[in-house]
Every structure is written in structure tokens, then in C-alpha cells.
């Protein structure tokens, strides 16, 4: 009998699939549920106030908040200096007060932890938050189709901090102002 070493690999298979620590789609807290099960859906397009909102990120931990009405598809553009719900939920806060309260009514974001302290921001500007379903991009189409058109003038991995609050305004200005169906 030889007394080699085995080389046999032990154990489970080579290829295995990790398990997420939370079961997929569930919600991180009660409220985090999807914009649908009794909640107002803004689907007719038939008011204005209903928004759409996103972070687009860029180079250099630099990124974008962008808000679309879904009736006039009327463009807002936000510059944050960080992506943590400390300063995302007052520079909403500051972008609201510039806009028509009447026009105000909804608004439904990803599940990013950037709108944590969504209660926060309702309770701050009466705008009620609404959660899209996870990986349902449809259910902000709106928005993620008004991100594709910025893309085209802040193309990924530029660094957005560069662009004041300025240069925003004028791109949000140049698009809302763009010829559309």
C-alpha cells in the first residue's frame, strides 16, 4: 500500500451558487413594497405630479439625481456631493421648493438605499414615495428612458462632479426643451 498523499478535491462541487442573505424581492422593511397591492399608480399620464427619480453615477464616487414628470416629461437635475440618504433627501427637499406644489403629488424610485429616510421626505414636502418592484425597470421606463437620453451628453465614467448645479439646469433645460413625439 502506498502512503502518497490523496490530491482528490473534497468537499462540494467546484461550481456552486451563493445564497443571498435575504430572499430575493423581499422587501428591506415594510414600507420598501412595490408601487402596486392599493397604491395610487400613476399610469393614465393623465395629471401632472407624478414623478420618476434615479442616481446616475459616474467617475469618482460623483453622481446625478434626475426627477421626470411622467405626463410632461419635464426634466429636474440635482447635483449631490454623496449618494448617502443624509444629503440625497434634503437636496430633493431643496429641488421641491422650487417646484410647483400643485405638481407635486408622487414619486417612485428604485430600492436604493440613497431614499432610506423616504419618510423623511414626505413628511418634509407631502410627496408621497413609491418603490418600483426589484429589477422592474419598466415600472420607471420615464425616467430610465430620459437617463439614456442624458447619457448622451454625461456618457459613463465622467466624473459628474465637474458639472455644477449650473451646467445641470442648462442640460436639463436643452433636453425639456427638446423636440419630442
Known sequence: MSCAPSYARAG???????????????????????????LPQPDARTELGHLEGDLIIGAKNSQVATLVDRTSRYLTMVALPSRHTATVIPALQQAFSLMDPRHLSTLTWDRGMELAGHRLLTDATGVDVFFAAPRSPWQRGTNENTNKLIRQYLPKGTDLSLHTQADLDALAARLNNRPRK
Open 12 to 38: 462540494p462541487s467546484a461550481r456552486t451558487r451563493r445564497t443571498r442573505s435575504r430572499a430575493s424581492g423581499a422587501p428591506r422593511s415594510p414600507e420598501h413594497g412595490p408601487s402596486k397591492n392599493g
